[in-house]
Structure formats: C-alpha cells, structure tokens
C-alpha cells in the first residue's frame, strides 16, 4: 500500500484505525520484571514525598499564559 496515494482523510481514517488497534491492545502488554520493579520504586518515592506536585489548573494556567 503506498500511503501517499492516500487523501488526506483516507489517511486520518488509516491513522485512525491504526491507534485503536494499537489502543485495544495495550492492556496485552505486560510490563517486564524490571519494569515492575522500578515502577515500584517510583510510586514508594513518591508516597514518601510528600509533596504530590501541583494541580491540573496551575500548570494549565502557567502553561497557557501570555
């Protein structure tokens, strides 16, 4: 298939389909020992943290401002 024979709304449809595939599939995907482990490490530093970073509406309004 050659993709740039494709309109551009062939391709979104394409690209579409192609993320919920991908979508669909992504609780199929286990995560490797090591990942667990440092995953693991992440959320028992953050836990001990204290500090759970900012909320939603100050970033978004630092990221938004003029």
Known sequence: MNIQKL???????????????????AN???ATPEQKVVLEQ???????DGNPGD????VKRRITRA
């Open 7 to 25: 309109s551009p709304s062939e391709r979104i449809i394409l690209a579409q389909e192609l993320w919920e595939s991908v979508h669909d599939a």
């Open 28 to 30: 199929d995907v286990a």
């Open 42 to 48: 992440r959320l028992a530093a953050l836990a001990s």
């Open 55 to 58: 909320t939603w509406e100050n």
